[in-house]
């Protein structure tokens, strides 16, 4: 069963903080449509950039969502990451920062 960095079991119905990196750039003003994540652009070495989203998804069929509007954009994804199962709040307060 798959486990998060903190080692608690991750449930499809449960909400959870992720991380998605794309290749390719995506604007801050897309954030809306991958439900609410945060945008953050960032150049390789060899100039190319990389986007990561990072934010709650409330769960499993909302990170389909995300997923299936980057491969719509034809984005390729590289990563897609879930850095803790966590509360609301704790989620808010993280990207707050």
Request: aromatic fraction near 6%; proline fraction near 4%; charged fraction near 25%.
């Amino acid at each position: 069963m798959p486990t998060t960095k903190d080692n608690q079991y991750l449930q499809p119905w449960s909400q959870a903080l992720y991380r998605i990196q794309i290749e390719g750039l995506l604007e801050d003003s897309w954030s809306d449509r991958f439900a609410g994540m945060r945008v953050k652009t960032r150049k390789r070495a060899d100039q190319s950039v990389v986007t990561d989203l990072t934010g709650p998804v409330i769960d499993q069929a909302e990170l389909l969502g995300v997923l299936n509007g980057l491969a719509e954009l034809h984005l390729p994804i590289l990563l897609v990451e879930c850095i803790s199962r966590t509360k609301t709040e704790e989620v808010t307060n993280r990207n707050s920062v």
